[in-house]
């Protein structure tokens, strides 16, 4: 049963999505930001087949990764909690994280089997911000990023996170942690990829609309 967090709890994964516009309903990350025990939309089977070329995936970059001497963290290892100084909490897990032999160098990998998005690049450039302020592991480190696809990689330098960055990720957190919740946008293709459900969300759209001219006459233009 729904109910209210203790506080405000963001995982890395919605914030991205939200940065990028990929989630084009700000309601949805509000309100997981805001609540708990929420019911979800069950997977399928494509999810199954996901998890097995994740995994794949990873285990290769792990041996490769070893093979360079570097240490390597996995999956729930990496799992991390960095707070604001207001008390909102940001968490993820990394699907790995390699560092060098002599500990100043690191690297945060994420798997990723579908199409690259935008989202990608900033949910890894997002753990490497955040790393530094949830463990004494990671402070003073010089932190990279890379995303893996089936069909290449694509690298994340530190220098992505500037200024500009840190106004983005500001201006989000802001939305997600104030008490007034963005307006609610419910679409087809934005309710396809929620994970809640008419429970929390009765405005949720699960059949896709055709908006159809019943007239049948021209228009001018």
């Known amino acids: 049963m729904t109910r209210e967090r203790s506080g405000v709890y963001v995982w890395v994964t919605w914030l991205s999505k939200l940065m990028a516009g990929e989630t084009t309903c700000q309601w949805s990350p509000w309100f997981k930001a805001h609540h708990t025990d929420y019911s979800r939309v069950p997977g399928n089977f494509q999810l199954a087949a996901w998890t097995a070329e994740h995994t794949r995936l990873l285990d290769e970059i792990s041996k490769e990764r070893e093979k360079f001497g570097e240490t390597i963290y996995r999956e729930g290892q990496n799992?991390?909690?960095?707070?604001?100084?207001?008390?909102?909490?940001?968490?993820?897990?990394?699907?790995?994280?390699?560092?060098?032999?002599?500990?100043?160098?690191?690297?945060?990998?994420?798997?990723?089997?579908?199409?690259?998005?935008?989202s990608d690049i900033i949910q890894v450039a997002l753990y490497m911000m955040f790393l530094p302020y949830s463990t004494g592991l990671y402070k003073g480190k010089k932190i990279d990023g890379c995303v893996v696809y089936k069909t290449g990689r694509s690298e994340v330098p530190r220098q992505i996170i500037d200024d500009k960055f840190k106004k983005n990720v500001t201006y989000f957190l802001n939305i997600l942690e104030s008490s007034i919740p963005p307006s609610k946008l419910p679409t087809h293709t934005g309710c396809s990829w929620c994970d809640l459900t008419i429970v929390d969300c009765p405005e949720r759209v699960d059949v896709e609309e055709t908006v159809v001219n019943e007239t049948g006459q021209d228009f001018p233009l």
């Not at 207001?86 to 089997?113: N, Q, R």
């Open 79 to 118: 799992k991390f909690l960095a707070k604001r100084p207001s008390g909102l909490a940001v968490a993820g897990t990394p699907d790995l994280i390699s560092m060098e032999s002599e500990s100043v160098h690191c690297t945060v990998f994420d798997i990723k089997t579908g199409n690259p998005r935008q």
